[in-house]
């Protein structure tokens, strides 16, 4: 039996790609070694004709495209996760609906699986041609600390665009965690992997969804899901802040014995007093961003709520 190769490709706001995904990754179904091919598009509580063109899609192909549809918009992370869940293929690839990543690279990925035996078979950007150089600044910065602070490795330009074995998906289903983050879960789970370089490519069509703040929070989640090293940060500034006032009140008292008279200077002291509260606002809210997760994790609320499934 050839089996069956699962496509999960997360939709928010792709009304205008969608017509020219699915065209251009039906042209190499006949590349996948006699593999069948099993669409799952997750609409992501778009607010345009997105769930439309999915479903002229599935009447079009009801036997190969399903979709679902969530009641609201709850992340990618969230429809990736529906889409693992709902894929019931031999092999699971996972793609954006924008053609930034190319579906000719899907055969290639499938031979790295069959034939070199790997697990896993990623894609990794070898430029970020067309991306704003602030954008591509602050990414850098980002992959640079992860790997610092983190004992999970999440190598710069890396994709989510991979194909993955039944045995890997079945790893990354049990990490049921709520503030899912994807690039660093992949990661974790371990299996053999290989990437494949590629240049980058632009939307075929339609804006990114992503904001410079909601790429930020991304950061902050996977910085706090994959390291707690921020904890300690926040445990040695609080150390290091008081063994400075102990000395520094040793230096006043001395100083009002030996000479007499009185400190001056209290705009500096001021000035000290609230750095050191800044620093305890910061280490606070360090804290609390754990917390969070914790109090998120605990209320134990679904990933997502599914409005429409076909």
Same mark, same amino acid.
């Given at each position: 039996?050839?089996?069956?190769?699962?496509?999960?490709?997360?939709?928010?706001?792709?009304?205008?790609?969608?017509?020219?995904?699915?065209?251009?990754?039906?042209?190499?179904?006949?590349?996948?070694?006699?593999?069948?091919?099993?669409?799952?598009?997750?609409?992501?509580?778009?607010?345009?004709?997105?769930?439309?063109?999915?479903?002229?899609?599935?009447?079009?192909?009801?036997?190969?495209?399903?979709?679902?549809?969530?009641?609201?918009?709850? %992340?990618?992370?969230?429809?990736?996760?529906?889409?693992?869940?709902?894929?019931?293929?031999?092999?699971?690839?996972?793609?954006?609906?924008?053609?930034?990543?190319?579906?000719?690279?899907?055969?290639?990925?499938?031979?790295?699986?069959?034939?070199?035996?790997?697990?896993?078979?990623?894609?990794?950007?070898?430029?970020?041609?067309?991306?704003?150089?602030?954008?591509?600044?602050?990414?850098?910065?980002?992959?640079?600390?992860?790997?610092?602070?983190?004992?999970?490795?999440?190598?710069?330009?890396?994709?989510?665009?991979?194909?993955?074995?039944?045995?890997?998906?079945?790893?990354?289903?049990?990490? #049921?965690?709520?503030?899912?983050?994807?690039?660093?879960?992949?990661?974790?789970?371990?299996?053999?992997?290989?990437?494949?370089?590629?240049?980058?490519?632009?939307?075929?069509?339609?804006?990114?969804?992503?904001?410079? %703040?909601?790429?930020?929070?991304?950061?902050?989640?996977?910085?706090?899901?994959?390291?707690?090293?921020?904890?300690?940060?926040?445990?040695?500034?609080?150390?290091?802040?008081?063994?400075?006032?102990?000395?520094?009140?040793?230096?006043?008292?001395?100083?009002?014995?030996?000479?007499?008279?009185?400190?001056?200077?209290?705009?500096?002291?001021?000035?000290?007093?609230?750095?050191?509260?800044?620093?305890?606002?910061?280490?606070?809210?360090?804290?609390? #961003?754990?917390?969070?997760?914790?109090?998120?994790?605990?209320?134990?609320?679904?990933?997502?709520?599914?409005?429409?499934?076909?």
């Amino acid at each position: 039996m050839p089996g069956k190769l699962s496509l999960i490709v997360p939709c928010f706001n792709e009304e205008q790609t969608l017509p020219l995904f699915y065209p251009a990754t039906e042209k190499i179904k006949t590349q996948l070694r006699g593999l069948s091919l099993e669409y799952w598009f997750i609409n992501d509580g778009s607010r345009d004709s997105t769930l439309d063109k999915l479903k002229q899609l599935q009447q079009n192909d009801p036997e190969h495209v399903h979709y679902i549809s969530f009641s609201r918009n709850f %992340g990618k992370e969230s429809a990736l996760y529906a889409g693992l869940q709902a894929a019931t293929g031999d092999y699971v690839a996972v793609m954006d609906a924008d053609l930034q990543d190319p579906p000719e690279l899907l055969p290639t990925m499938l031979a790295g699986i069959q034939d070199e035996h790997y697990d896993i078979v990623g894609t990794k950007r070898t430029d970020r041609k067309g991306e704003p150089p602030i954008r591509s600044f602050f990414s850098n910065l980002f992959y640079r600390l992860i790997n610092h602070i983190s004992n999970t490795p999440i190598l710069n330009g890396v994709r989510d665009f991979r194909l993955m074995t039944r045995q890997v998906v079945d790893a990354i289903l049990a990490m #049921k965690e709520y503030r899912r983050f994807s690039k660093g879960i992949f990661s974790w789970v371990g299996f053999n992997t290989k990437y494949l370089p590629y240049e980058n490519h632009d939307r075929i069509a339609g804006k990114t969804s992503w904001s410079f %703040g909601k790429l930020f929070k991304y950061s902050l989640d996977g910085i706090v899901a994959f390291s707690e090293l921020p904890l300690s940060i926040a445990s040695f500034v609080g150390f290091f802040s008081f063994v400075i006032a102990i000395i520094a009140l040793f230096f006043i008292v001395i100083r009002q014995l030996v000479f007499g008279d009185s400190v001056a200077g209290w705009a500096s002291i001021v000035s000290i007093m609230i750095m050191v509260g800044g620093l305890q606002l910061l280490c606070l809210g360090i804290v609390g #961003k754990y917390i969070g997760n914790i109090y998120l994790e605990v209320k134990n609320r679904p990933i997502y709520i599914i409005k429409e499934k076909k």
